[in-house]
């Protein structure tokens, strides 16, 4: 089986910053992109940031500039270096990757489990 656990959540203050981090473990042949989302009470999961295999990385434009992502494919792990922080960024984040198990011929989307960011004003 396949795990994304995210770690590095807590509380800051505003213009504090925070890393988290995703360790991908298991049965893992290959990992595509790698992504981090995040939910906030009451509303959708957005993406905040992708990075694929090769290093390209996309930002959601209210992250520009203050968050980071990257990933270590060596020990595989992602990470999201974020800057900054502001109120609005509260939310669960959650890490997600396309991996292809050693039991399969296509990748498929997993996700981990979630780590609270609350950012005080």
């Known amino acids: 089986q396949v795990q994304l656990v995210e770690s590095g959540g807590g509380l800051v203050q505003a213009g504090g910053s925070l890393r988290l981090s995703c360790a991908a473990s298991g049965n893992i042949f290959s990992i595509g992109a790698m992504g981090w989302h995040r939910q906030a009470p009451g509303k959708q999961r957005e993406l905040v940031a992708a990075i694929t295999s090769s290093g390209s990385t996309d930002y959601a434009d209210s992250v520009k500039g203050r968050f980071t992502i990257s990933r270590d494919d060596a020990k595989g792990l992602a990470y999201l270096q974020m800057y900054s922080l502001k109120p609005e960024d509260t939310a669960v984040y959650y890490c997600?990757?396309?991996?292809?198990?050693?039991?399969?011929?296509?990748?498929?989307?997993?996700w981990g489990q979630g780590t609270q960011v609350t950012v005080s004003s």
């Open positions: 997600n990757a396309e991996i292809r198990t050693t039991l399969s011929i296509v990748r498929s989307q997993f």
